[in-house]
């Protein structure tokens, strides 16, 4: 068995892999790992070759990232068993082999996620699995770390750090501290109330232990409390070198994920998972992220879960992800904002942290063009994006550059920069495998938008539409369709039917000359437009305009477009523009309160009312049968958080 010198050898060594990846230098962070065989070398492996099957969702490598990652759990685990079979072991603060479980409880989540991937039956029933034993092992890691919950490490608000100080040690070792501020020193949105020092003496645990999946698969495990951490000169318990600053960060980023996580499901879905035990605080997983991403020195912080439906991160920098992402997610997909100008600040200084240290990461890159398109400088935002893939970058990281051209086209779209946008959602096909119907199928409607003008262009539209049928018959992972793919094909439908009425039957091949309303950019059409002679394409108009004039200011007609949506719903075939119209009923109740001038608590409360009654109205609407509805149930799940939050600010709760 390692001795704990052993052991930190091996963490320092991985830990530099993982600084190398966090740069994006995949194949030096790939060798550095096949060098050793310590459950943190396993690790190291089972992340890149998920980063990589995932991130592109390359189905050919998924194989390999189940093998890599079922390696580094079993390794992981005899790791654990062999550490607490040593005798003498050092005295310590946590449960001995604690970080080993720490990797183990890594690895599992990965290993679902990766299973998950496959969108298949046995995949997600595989995924379940994985996820709740990695669920209990963190909160039984929680419990053992923070016996007394977060609030001895101080809320992030109150604490800059909660690392320690290099040691004369470890300073070779120690990653350069920035002058900015930590991420640690503020809270998103959803975590604002908890800055002001209420929360941690008591702070709640989840018990998964009690869920009916844990019943049928596991046996309740007792928590056993740890010795008291020491606390710093100013209050906060601190960990002592990196095997400690391992267990701390792991354990609060564990379980802060999956609290994140479980908190932002739609309605229906956290039903079903509160059956099988899982349990979830939003508040509470946005503290421990914090408690995880202010552990400074960052020399073990690699070691923790990646979610990749936010995107891909560790602790603290990627813990930092983890938030920054959250607060991205907020930011574009809420719709309205309790404190929009707290969460861009905060957005911007977790930014800064992370990019001192991993200047080339394409992560960073991402998150900065976001932050700027999010702020409305679509400009700089594509400079950083082009800047970003040029060639003249040192490193690589193919699927994380798709990353960056799947945002850079879409942002482009938004700048109406069609022709542009066309050739770069044209690009990602080449490089990675996912949905290549749904990116030709954008390209094709960015130029019918420049069709108008140019007509050269509705050739490259119809081109590429007539390829879509066969993209659409490509083998699916899990043999499932996508969302977006089902989507595609209705619409193709539609204007097929649309297109033999009024052209006559053998017409159908060319439905490109009815279609009206870009597939990429469904904009502003004038009310009396011949063209738009179905109901479908009168209502998604409607929908269009109330969202263009809500952003013009114009309230009144923004609202009057709106309504009209779900008047006409009995009519038409695309169910979900009435659940969408009623989302942005409710960003439009909110918007037009926020911008009265000192709107008095009443007027809050009567646009709070309204809104949630709007949101009840969408949520109701979600079911198989409307196109997109999960996504859209995400979105009521942020707003009504946000809606929560400036209610507590206002003292109406």
């Known amino acids: 068995m390692a001795s704990q010198e052993a052991t930190l050898h091996d963490l320092t060594a991985a830990t530099t892999g993982f600084k190398l990846l966090l740069n994006d230098d995949v194949d030096g962070a790939k060798k550095l790992f096949g060098d050793g065989d310590s459950a943190f070398h396993l690790l190291g492996l089972g992340v890149v070759d998920f980063l990589k099957a995932a991130l592109g969702m390359e189905e050919d490598l998924m194989p390999g990232a189940v093998k890599s990652l079922t390696d580094?759990?079993?390794?992981?685990?005899?790791?654990?068993?062999?550490?607490?079979?040593?005798?003498?072991?050092?005295?310590?603060?946590?449960?001995?082999?604690?970080?080993?479980?720490?990797?183990?409880?890594?690895?599992?989540?990965?290993?679902?996620?990766?299973?998950a991937l496959s969108e298949s039956y046995m995949g997600y029933l595989q995924c379940m699995y994985s996820l709740n034993s990695a669920h209990g092992k963190f909160s039984k890691m929680y419990k053992q770390v923070f016996p007394h919950g977060l609030g001895p490490y101080g809320t992030p608000a109150q604490t800059p750090s909660v690392s320690r100080k290099p040691s004369t040690a470890n300073v070779a070792l120690s990653v350069p501290v920035s002058g900015t501020q930590t991420p640690a020193s503020g809270t998103s949105s959803a975590a604002s109330s908890i800055a002001n020092g209420k929360t941690g003496a008591s702070t709640p645990v989840s018990k998964p232990s009690g869920g009916f999946l844990s019943r049928l698969t596991s046996k309740v495990t007792q928590s056993t409390p740890s010795l008291t951490t020491a606390p710093s000169d100013n209050g906060v318990l601190v960990p002592e070198g990196p095997i400690e600053e391992l267990i701390v960060a792991g354990a609060a980023f564990g379980y802060g994920l999956f609290n994140l996580v479980f908190s932002l499901l739609p309605n229906k879905v956290k039903k079903v998972v509160g059956f099988l035990g899982y349990q979830s605080d939003r508040r509470l997983g946005l503290e421990?992220?914090?408690?995880?991403?202010?552990?400074?020195?960052?020399?073990?912080?690699?070691?923790?879960?990646?979610?990749?439906?936010?995107?891909?991160?560790?602790?603290?920098?990627?813990?930092?992800?983890?938030?920054?992402?959250?607060?991205?997610?907020?930011?574009?997909?809420?719709?309205w904002q309790a404190d929009e100008e707290r969460i861009v600040r905060q957005y911007r200084e977790m930014l800064i942290s992370v990019e001192c240290k991993y200047p080339h990461g394409s992560l960073w890159i991402l998150n900065r063009a976001k932050l700027e398109r999010m702020t409305g400088n679509p400009e700089k935002a594509i400079e950083i994006l082009r800047e970003g893939l040029s060639p003249s970058r040192p490193i690589k990281f193919q699927q994380a550059d798709a990353l960056l051209m799947f945002e850079l086209s879409w942002t482009l779209l938004a700048d109406r920069q069609y022709e542009d946008a066309a050739k770069s959602f044209l690009k990602i096909i080449e490089m990675n495998s996912w949905s290549h119907a749904t990116y030709t199928y954008i390209a094709a409607g960015c130029y019918l938008s420049l069709a108008k003008d140019k007509p050269e262009y509705k050739a490259r539209a119809r081109t590429l539409l007539d390829s879509i049928p066969k993209l659409l018959e490509r083998k699916k992972i899990g043999g499932k369709d996508l969302p977006t793919e089902v989507f595609i094909q209705k619409k193709i439908d539609f204007y097929k039917r649309k297109h033999v009425r009024r052209a006559g039957p053998g017409t159908e091949n060319d439905y490109v000359d009815s279609i009206v309303i870009s597939p990429a950019e469904e904009l502003a059409i004038s009310a009396e437009n011949p063209e738009l002679d179905t109901v479908d394409e009168l209502v998604v108009r409607d929908l269009l305009l109330g969202i263009l004039y809500r952003t013009a200011g114009d309230y009144a007609l923004s609202r009057k477009y709106l309504e009209a949506v779900p008047l006409r719903e009995t009519e038409v075939e695309g169910k979900w523009t009435a659940q969408v119209a009623k989302?942005?009923?409710?960003?439009?109740?909110?918007?037009?309160?926020?911008?009265?001038?000192?709107?008095?608590?009443?007027?809050?409360?009567?646009?709070?009312?309204?809104?949630?009654?709007?949101?009840?109205?969408?949520?109701?609407?979600?079911?198989?049968?409307?196109?997109l509805s999960s996504r859209l149930d995400s979105r009521i799940v942020l707003l009504r958080d946000e809606i929560e939050v400036k209610s507590q600010t206002l003292g109406l709760k």
């Open 72 to 115: 580094a759990e079993a390794g992981s685990k005899a790791a654990a068993k062999a550490t607490r079979l040593v005798k003498g072991n050092a005295p310590s603060r946590y449960p001995v082999g604690m970080e080993h479980e720490i990797c183990q409880a890594d690895a599992t989540v990965l290993l679902g996620l990766t299973q």
């Open 288 to 335: 421990a992220l914090h408690v995880a991403a202010g552990v400074e020195n960052d020399v073990h912080s690699a070691f923790a879960a990646i979610n990749i439906s936010f995107s891909a991160h560790f602790p603290p920098s990627f813990g930092s992800l983890v938030l920054m992402t959250y607060n991205g997610v907020v930011l574009l997909l809420a719709g």
């Open 583 to 627: 989302f942005e009923l409710a960003v439009l109740d909110l918007r037009q309160v926020a911008h009265e001038p000192n709107s008095a608590r009443d007027k809050w409360q009567a646009a709070f009312k309204a809104a949630n009654g709007h949101l009840d109205q969408a949520a109701a609407r979600s079911n198989a049968n409307v196109d």
